[in-house]
Every structure is written in C-alpha cells, then in structure tokens.
C-alpha cells in the first residue's frame, strides 16, 4: 500500500506559478514510477506529468511541455510539479499517482495509489 498525500494548490493568477508537492508513504518509493493527473469540472481526468522511478525520464502532456517540469527526491519521498506560466485552462484538481514499474505512463488505468487531489484554480 502506498499513501499519497499532495499540497500546494491554491488560488492565483494568470501568469503565476505553483509548485505542487506530493509526499508519498508506505512501500518503497523509488520502486514505483509517479504521475501527475488533473480533472476540471464536467471534464474527464488527464495526463498532465509523470517520472520514471529514478527520474531518469520524464513524460508530459503536450500542453505542459516547456511549463510544467516533473521532479523526484527519492530520499524523501516526493513528487513535485513545477507549474509556470499559468492559464485559467489550467484550472483543476490535480492529483498524484503512483504505479509500480521503472517508466511512468500516460494512463491513468496504469496506476494503482492516489493522493485526494488539491485543488488549483487560476483566474484570469
């Protein structure tokens, strides 16, 4: 079992930029690639972000890519997403995600542990 919890949403403008953090425990952390997810109202959720179990690879949404950027600190157990230049398209919950292999993945199916999500909401 692994516990993911995430931090640092919040309220902020177009244009700002958010770091999202989430802290992970349980099983062995660096056995298990991470993403990130995010879901808009009315909306499905998706891809935004994901890291191979030893941050050697990183994945992102075509939308992210050149603004957000995927960390890892295996020795203490988090995941971050670094959100730069942001929209109000960006608007949504985001949520960590953890799978049990060496590569992320873009599909949300591929991961077993979620966090509850925080939210973010950009206004304009």
């Known amino acids: 079992q692994v516990q993911l919890v995430e931090s640092g949403g919040g309220l902020v403008q177009a244009g700002d930029s958010l770091r999202l953090s989430c802290a992970a425990s349980?099983?062995?952390?660096?056995?298990?690639?991470m993403g990130w997810f995010r879901q808009a109202p009315g909306k499905e959720r998706e891809f935004v972000a994901a890291?191979?179990?030893?941050?050697?690879?990183?994945y992102y949404a075509d939308s992210m890519k050149g603004r957000f950027t995927i960390s890892r600190d295996n020795i203490k157990n988090m995941v971050y997403v670094q959100m730069n230049s942001l929209k109000s398209e960006d608007t949504a919950v985001y949520y960590c995600?953890?799978?049990?292999?060496?590569?992320?993945?873009?599909?949300?199916?591929?991961?077993?542990?979620w966090g509850q999500g925080t939210q973010v909401t950009v206004s304009s």
């Open positions: 995600a953890a799978r049990r292999a060496n590569s992320g993945s873009y599909y949300a199916n591929e991961y077993r542990y």
């Open positions: 349980g099983r062995t952390f660096s056995n298990y690639a």
């Open positions: 890291i191979s179990w030893n941050g050697d690879r990183t």
